[in-house]
């Protein structure tokens, strides 16, 4: 079982950043990791992901705004958002994927973005 432990989350007013860690409990090198988030009726929709080799993919809301990396050695993904906006206020989530059967979460860091 891996363990995923986000912080960084927090109230930001709109056009400020921040920046989201995830620190898990085994090496991730081998895992796509990948950030979510899931705003109240909303489902969870994928904000970004890379890959084991490092290729990335972004929601098209978040490109150009958002960028992912990863720290193979600290075991630890990072998410940092800038120019934030109201729409991104959300419970920002930290995947680590392997397959079907080795799929694993965080508890979620809440983001909320107001004036």
């Known amino acids: 079982q891996v363990q995923l432990v986000e912080s960084g989350g927090g109230l930001v007013q709109p056009g400020g950043s921040l920046r989201l860690s995830c620190v898990a409990s085994?090496?991730?090198?081998?895992?796509?990791m990948g950030w979510y988030r899931q705003a109240p009726g909303n489902q969870r929709e994928l904000v970004a992901a890379?890959?084991?080799?490092?290729?990335?993919n972004y929601a098209d809301s978040v490109k150009g705004r958002f960028t992912i990396s990863r720290d193979n050695a600290k075991n630890t993904v990072y998410l940092q958002m800038n120019s934030l906006k109201p729409e991104d206020t959300a419970v920002y989530y930290c995947?680590?994927?392997?397959?079907?059967?080795?799929?694993?979460w965080g508890q979620g860091t809440q983001v909320t973005v107001s004036s």
């Open positions: 995947n680590a994927w392997l397959s079907t059967f080795h799929d694993y």
């Open positions: 085994t090496r991730i090198s081998i895992y796509r």
């Open positions: 890379m890959s084991s080799g490092g290729s990335t």
